[in-house]
Nanobody, 120 residues
């Protein structure tokens, strides 16, 4: 199983970006999907999560600006980021709890990270 994140880039403050996270593998079932971020010199922090039942949770710093979503047919997830601020600048990572349909085992996978830079 592989997770691939994409969609990062350079944007001005107040702008928007949409990140994507695609899971590749046979007979897989994504349970929880998460987005984390890590700014230069800081610890990795939680941004948002969504369950298979579409239960969403957000960090206080992004509530009202970011929206997480998922498409279980395509095994993808998205993070729509609006009203971006310079302090949102970070490498964004997706993480997913994925069940192997053949073994029934659950495991966490990380994507490679995508850089978001917000200029003031």
């Amino acid at each position: 199983v592989q997770l691939q994140a994409s969609g990062g880039g350079l944007v001005q403050a107040g702008g928007s970006l949409r990140l994507s996270c695609a899971a590749f593998g046979r007979d897989i079932r994504i349970n929880w999907m998460y987005w984390y971020r890590q700014a230069p010199g800081k610890e990795r922090e939680f941004v948002a999560t969504i369950s298979r039942g579409a239960n969403e949770k957000y960090a206080d710093s992004v509530k009202g600006r970011f929206t997480i979503s998922r498409d279980d047919v395509k095994n993808t997830g998205h993070l729509q980021m609006n009203s971006l601020k310079p302090e949102d600048t970070a490498v964004y990572y997706c993480n997913a709890q994925i069940q192997d349909g053949r073994t029934g085992l659950n495991r966490a996978y990380w994507g490679q990270g995508t850089l978001v830079t917000v200029s003031s």
